[in-house]
């Protein structure tokens, strides 16, 4: 018997995806969004949708389960991250004081990310409630040019970022949820 999780999935019609294209929540009938901030808010909703999916049914041991010594990272630590990053972009666009830091400095949000279920019910909770507040104060400025914050940061550049930022870490995602239990993904 190893140790090793045997790879899975829940996917039946193609045995290398997540879920069947017909059950993907991501993937909903309907017309494309029509211009190109409407598209890069769907695409950003859907990474976070993915992010959520590669958490589902686990417990809080297995969330907070780290990858390989010495790193940090799991799938807990990545929700407490995104917490902190949704703040940040927040400060992006201020010109106000900036907005502290949730979990602590340097690395707090991976370092605090322990197998309990109230720190995974205050992670879900926080990350929604971060992602809401950004999103509307983004929702304030739908020029995609226009510049804010007091590095003048353009608004098209901070939802590109967002993107990539929940897509970089669906990729960590995948390879943490294939460690606690062989789950594959796309």
């Not at 017909?22 to 190109?36: M, T, V, Y």
């Not at 106000?96 to 990310?113: H, I, Q, S, W």
Request: hydrophobic share 35%; aromatic share 6%.
């Amino acid at each position: 018997m190893s140790d090793e999780p045997v790879r899975w999935t829940q996917a039946t019609v193609h045995p290398d995806m997540w879920t069947d294209p017909d059950d993907d929540p991501r993937h909903s009938e309907g017309s494309d969004p029509e211009g190109e901030l409407a598209t890069l808010q769907e695409f950003l909703a859907s990474y976070r949708m993915t992010l959520r999916m590669k958490c589902e049914g686990l417990d809080a041991e297995q969330l907070a389960r780290r990858s390989v010594p010495p790193s940090t990272m799991s799938l807990l630590g990545l929700l407490r991250h995104l917490v902190e990053v949704e703040r940040d972009w927040r400060n992006w666009i201020s010109d106000g004081d900036p907005v502290p830091k949730l979990y602590g400095e340097r690395d707090a949000d991976f370092e605090g990310a322990v197998a309990d279920q109230a720190e995974v019910d205050a992670a879900y909770s926080d990350l929604a409630r971060e992602q809401a507040a950004t999103d509307a104060a983004l929702a304030e400025h739908p020029d995609l040019s226009e510049r804010l914050g007091k590095d003048r940061i353009a608004v098209r550049e901070l939802m590109v970022h967002r993107g990539e930022e929940y897509a970089r870490h669906c990729g960590h995602a995948d390879l943490l949820r294939e460690c606690v239990d062989g789950r594959v993904g796309q």
